[in-house]
């Protein structure tokens, strides 16, 4: 049965009213308090106190706090002025009592209700900020995306515009070439008949006149006369000459598998050769340990960060571990740096292409997938793969506009 404590202290000002209330040396592990703005009850097992005010106080500037064996009550007066007394007069009418009483519980569950429901407001108005930053970052994700494939359009269509405009200038060049080789033939045929036309004029005179005719210089004997050439390269014809280009692909080359002095670490010499770091990669890719050969060929990038094949295979990795935004990369940086578009390089563009658009297509971008297989084709128009690839890809892309 639970027991009353009445030998409280208290004091009061104009605004504050401060309760003592003893514990009696009970351990207050579970202080239960109730208060209204005009009741207040505090209860600690065995013990409980309970008190009707004289007036009104603001329950949500009240405080309770235990200290030094005592509850401390600090309750704020709703009209500042003196109270004198603690109690409400009428503390003794039980069923006025009661009234004040159940009114205090119905003002505690009003504003646990408000409570609970600015807690679910608060915890609503969370959700749709999580929301809008989920959606915020989606946005940024699908923007970057969309810069992304922009980016590869732009490239691609400015990479065939390129080799449109090499194809015409190369034609140009070997119309020239062939007006050229017409009209000097024309000039050599012009010169041997007039030769012709000249030593029949001659016989024809000396025959007539009876005449021994003028002893002059033989004529050279024509002929043909062998020239050696420093043998090329690229086996491109001379109307359609990429010296320039090619010479700087070479360049190029030899300047990519320089290794990169700017890199202050202590390696092996098998840590520094390229072909040995290929090799690896490439028996960890045939093993089908395919995060190792990508350790192998970023590495290899590190030191060697020039050249294409590296990019190109390390692509070939990402691709098989599903990381097909990597792949792109890849395939987009060895596509950069195989320029100037020359022979030597074309089956390692061709490549990238292939395997750029396969990985666009993985990600749903078809778009973008039929561009570089159409790159790829136009480079390698007789690859009848690659022209089936490319019509499945538009086939598919058509069916879905027509479903759209």
Not at 163 to 177: S, T
Not at 252 to 281: G, H, P, V
Request: proline share 3%; hydrophobic share 35%.
């Amino acid at each position: 049965m639970p027991v009353i404590i009445r030998d409280i202290n208290w004091e009061e000002t104009d605004t504050n009213l401060v309760l003592h209330i003893p514990m009696k040396g009970a351990k207050a592990t579970k202080l239960d308090v109730l208060s209204s703005d005009q009741y207040l009850k505090v209860s600690f097992s065995p013990y409980f106190y309970e008190v009707f005010l004289h007036d009104l106080i603001d329950d949500d500037k009240s405080r309770i706090i235990i200290q030094d064996g005592f509850v401390e009550a600090t309750l704020t007066k709703q009209y500042p002025r003196k109270w004198n007394q603690l109690s409400h007069s009428q503390s003794d009418d039980k069923e006025a009592m009661k009234i004040v009483r159940e009114d205090a519980l119905r003002q505690i569950a009003e504003k646990q209700k408000q409570r609970n429901e600015a807690n679910a407001s608060l915890l609503n108005t969370n959700k749709r900020e999580a929301v809008r930053e989920q959606m915020k970052l989606e946005e940024d994700e699908r923007n970057r995306i969309d810069t992304i494939k922009k980016t590869e359009r732009d490239k691609i269509s400015d990479e065939m515009k390129q080799f449109e405009d090499n194809q015409k200038i190369q034609r140009q060049v070997a119309i020239q070439n062939h007006v050229h080789e017409v009209q000097s033939q024309k000039k050599v045929d012009e010169i041997e008949k007039k030769k012709i036309i000249f030593e029949e004029n001659t016989s024809k005179e000396n025959s007539r006149i009876n005449v021994e005719p003028k002893i002059t210089a033989p004529l050279r004997e024509t002929g043909r006369i062998a020239v050696n050439f420093t043998s090329r390269v690229f086996p491109t014809p001379l109307r359609e000459s990429q010296t320039e280009m090619e010479d700087e692909w070479l360049r190029k080359q030899i300047d990519s598998r320089q290794y990169n002095t700017d890199l202050q670490l202590d390696l092996s010499e098998n840590e520094k050769d390229i072909d040995y770091l290929k090799t690896k990669a490439n028996q960890f890719f045939q093993q089908g340990n395919f995060q190792s050969a990508i350790g192998v060929y970023s590495h290899a990038i590190r030191i060697f960060p020039k050249v294409a094949i590296l990019y190109s295979n390390r692509g070939a990795c990402h691709f098989q571990v599903r990381n097909m935004m990597k792949c792109v990369e890849d395939c987009s940086r060895a596509l950069e740096l195989l320029d100037p578009p020359v022979l030597d390089n074309l089956p390692q563009r061709i490549k990238a292409h292939v395997r750029r658009g396969t990985a666009f297509c993985e990600l749903e971008l078809y778009a973008e997938g039929l561009l570089d297989y159409e790159a790829a084709l136009t480079l390698s128009p007789d690859d009848e793969k690659i022209r089936q690839d490319a019509q499945r890809i538009r086939n598919f892309l058509e069916k879905n506009q027509d479903f759209s």
